[in-house]
């Protein structure tokens, strides 16, 4: 069975300061790994994913996260948060390309930013 | 990317009652999924809609409780019965393209 552990229910941070919000999974076939925000009052944006190729992936808005495939990892890190990063983020993750297309969602991290 | 919209955003019903959301997606697509995100939780998956097909539930839920119709490849509801306090959430449709899922906005519902 699939799963998706997100340790950190809420990471309260300064606004400028670096943050890492963890995600960790576990799956006995190969996983695409995605991140969501959703932020207050709103429905879920994919924020990155990670598919293929590079480890490292990068969104628009300054967030990157890398997968660890030893680590069955897949943290996301910003160095520099701003106040409106203040949202909820979900890590989840869908089989491979052989598999379905559900997602499992992990519990989900509370960031907030402080001024 | 995917425009879905969600009908309605919000309601607040009496326990007993039923209702019916409805979610519309600007192009055709084969899968919808109706997740379930309770009050400070993640999202649970309810049940995968295909075209043309009976709507497959995942443990946990079922067909009397939340059935599920899917008329057509951009257009899907599913229906809240017999509702009660517990079944507060956010009901949320989404579609695949590609191998990303594309989320609605939500319907939050209150039941009294």
């Known amino acids: 069975a699939q799963s998706v552990t997100q340790l950190d229910s809420q990471v309260p941070v300064f606004e400028e300061a670096p943050v890492e919000l963890r995600c960790n999974y576990s799956?006995?076939?190969?996983?695409?790994l995605f991140w969501y925000v959703q932020y207050p009052n709103q429905g879920l944006q994919l924020l990155l994913k990670?598919?293929?190729?590079?480890?490292l992936v990068e969104s628009i808005n300054g967030f990157e996260a890398e997968f660890n495939k030893s680590q069955t990892s897949f943290h996301l890190r910003k160095p520099s948060v701003h106040i409106s990063d203040t949202a909820e983020y979900f890590c989840?993750?869908?089989?491979?390309?052989?598999?379905?297309?559900?997602?499992?969602f992990g519990t989900g991290t509370r960031l907030k930013v402080l001024a | 990317s995917a425009v879905i919209s969600q009908k309605p955003s919000r309601d607040i019903c009496q326990r007993g009652t039923s209702l019916t959301i409805q979610c519309q997606v600007d192009?055709?697509?084969?899968?919808m999924f109706w997740y379930r995100q309770q009050p400070g939780q993640s999202l649970t998956l309810i049940a995968t809609?295909?075209?043309?097909?009976?709507?497959?539930?995942e443990s946990g839920f079922v067909i009397d409780k939340f059935p599920i119709s899917r008329p057509n490849l951009t257009f899907s509801t599913l229906t809240v019965s017999n509702m009660s306090p517990e079944d507060s959430s956010i009901y949320l449709c989404?579609?695949?393209?590609?191998?990303?899922?594309?989320f609605g906005p939500g319907t939050r519902l209150t039941v009294t």
């Open positions: 989840a993750i869908s089989q491979g390309a052989s598999g379905t297309y559900k997602y499992i």
């Open positions: 799956s006995s076939v190969s996983v695409y």
């Open positions: 990670y598919l293929s190729g590079s480890t």
């Open positions: 192009s055709q697509v084969t899968m």
């Open positions: 809609a295909n075209q043309g097909s009976e709507a497959t539930y």
């Open positions: 989404s579609v695949v393209r590609g191998r990303e899922q594309y």
